[in-house]
């Protein structure tokens, strides 16, 4: 099998397997929130806070799986994760109070390090060698769609069964479809192997330029994850009714779905720093038109180069450790920089819900751009850092 066709065949395993592990575990809860409420008669902000808890347990168990996935490869780790996440589905599907469904939290946020998104990414890279970069922006672009796929099959099979026998449906899934498929479709050996204790090839990244380039995008993920439960609300108190800001928020997702494809079209003819400090400088420049218009036709101009920059970091977080770091290092530094991002993701929800009860939308907005701002200065130092670098070892 050439190595193209083995890159095609793991990126397609790895897309439905994302799909379906994303899916089924932080998505579903969207669409069954409602009714895990009214049964386990728990407030909805209880039950919704669950994804919350996951991804702090994903910050939390990343940073000491990076050595693991640098040792033993992504297969057998991901392997692993699908059956936990499975048992974490049963144990949600089962509970009758909020002590076990918070435990499938828990247990979900150890799966997910194990198996979803950075896991997945790691994967890619170790049989796609040079060619990771496109493979991984068709990694994501696939990823863009998953609310747009399960949140209408979470919606029928709840109608037909129920939010119980739906969690457990997906726990049968990735139990029977992801962990096969993870073991017999993903490379075999690729760990790094030892000699003398010691690990062949080169493995360490830079920290100065490591802690940059998390620094920035945990700073993006901040209010982009923040925006994303928000951007509504915060349409509706710029002045629009509530289709006009249904109808600017669906901008959002085409513009993302773009952004995606910029990186896959343009990546041969530019880099991945200059992607990523493209979607950086977009970003202040989408909050600043949302400042100074209340209209719909500014909304819209917002939603469109939100969702441009937003696509385009989606692709450079993945992408960026390739270029700015040795190719052994890639599957430690991935892990670890999915610790803060995965912190900011985690309190960016209730912490722009609660900056927009006690200030205003538009103090919201400020802060975005504020953050926006420091995101995009802290990559521009890192490209000035890393062509530093670059010419000394040329040198």
């Given amino acids: 099998m050439t190595t193209f066709s083995r890159t095609a065949s793991v990126v397609a395993i790895l897309s439905l397997t994302q799909l379906l592990g994303w899916g089924a575990t932080f998505w579903m809860i969207a669409v069954t929130g409602p009714s895990t409420a009214d049964d386990l008669q728990l407030p909805l902000s209880i039950v919704m806070s669950g994804p919350t808890a996951m991804l702090m347990v994903m910050a939390i168990v990343s940073w000491p799986l990076g050595t693991a996935f640098e040792r033993f490869g992504a297969r057998p780790i991901m392997t692993i994760g699908a059956p936990l996440a499975s048992v974490g589905l049963i144990i949600m599907g089962m509970a009758g109070g909020p002590i076990a469904y918070f435990l499938s939290w828990t247990m979900l946020g150890v799966a997910g390090s194990c198996m979803l998104s950075t896991p997945?990414?790691?994967?890619?890279?170790?049989?796609?060698?040079?060619?990771?970069?496109?493979?991984?922006?068709?990694?994501?672009?696939?990823?863009?769609?998953?609310?747009?796929?399960?949140?209408?099959?979470?919606?029928?099979?709840?109608?037909?069964?129920?939010?119980?026998?739906?969690?457990?449906?997906?726990?049968?899934?990735?139990?029977?479809?992801?962990?096969?498929?993870?073991?017999?479709?993903?490379?075999?050996?690729?760990?790094?192997?030892?000699?003398?204790?010691?690990?062949?090839?080169?493995?360490?990244?830079?920290?100065?330029?490591?802690?940059?380039?998390?620094?920035?995008?945990?700073?993006?993920?901040?209010?982009?994850?923040?925006?994303?439960?928000?951007?509504?609300?915060?349409?509706?108190?710029?002045?629009?009714?509530?289709?006009?800001?249904?109808?600017?928020?669906?901008?959002?997702?085409?513009?993302?779905?773009?952004?995606?494809?910029?990186?896959?079209?343009?990546?041969?003819r530019w880099s991945g720093l200059a992607m990523g400090l493209a979607g950086a400088a977009l970003f202040p420049a989408s909050f600043i038109v949302l400042l100074v218009t209340n209209s719909f036709g500014g909304a819209v101009v917002f939603a469109i180069l939100y969702g441009i920059a937003s696509g385009i970091t989606a692709v450079a977080r993945a992408t960026l450790p390739l270029e700015l770091f040795p190719p052994g290092a890639y599957a430690r530094s991935s892990a670890r920089m999915s610790v803060p991002l995965n912190f900011a993701f985690a309190t960016a929800p209730p912490a722009f819900t609660a900056i927009m009860t006690l200030t205003s939308p538009q103090g919201t907005l400020w802060l975005a751009l504020i953050v926006s701002i420091f995101a995009f200065a802290t990559l521009v130092y890192l490209a000035v850092v890393h062509r530093r670098v670059t010419s000394a070892i040329a040198a």
């Fill in 120 to 268: 997945a990414q790691i994967a890619v890279t170790e049989i796609a060698g040079e060619k990771s970069r496109n493979a991984l922006s068709v990694l994501i672009l696939v990823g863009g769609l998953t609310s747009t796929i399960m949140w209408p099959v979470t919606d029928i099979l709840q109608a037909h069964w129920g939010w119980r026998t739906t969690t457990l449906i997906y726990a049968a899934l990735l139990l029977l479809v992801c962990m096969p498929l993870h073991w017999y479709g993903l490379a075999r050996n690729v760990g790094n192997k030892t000699k003398g204790g010691k690990s062949v090839g080169s493995t360490s990244a830079d920290l100065r330029r490591f802690i940059l380039l998390a620094a920035s995008f945990a700073a993006n993920g901040f209010f982009t994850w923040g925006f994303a439960l928000t951007i509504i609300i915060l349409f509706e108190a710029k002045g629009l009714d509530h289709t006009s800001a249904l109808a600017a928020a669906a901008f959002i997702g085409i513009a993302q779905w773009a952004g995606r494809m910029t990186d896959l079209a343009g990546g041969h």
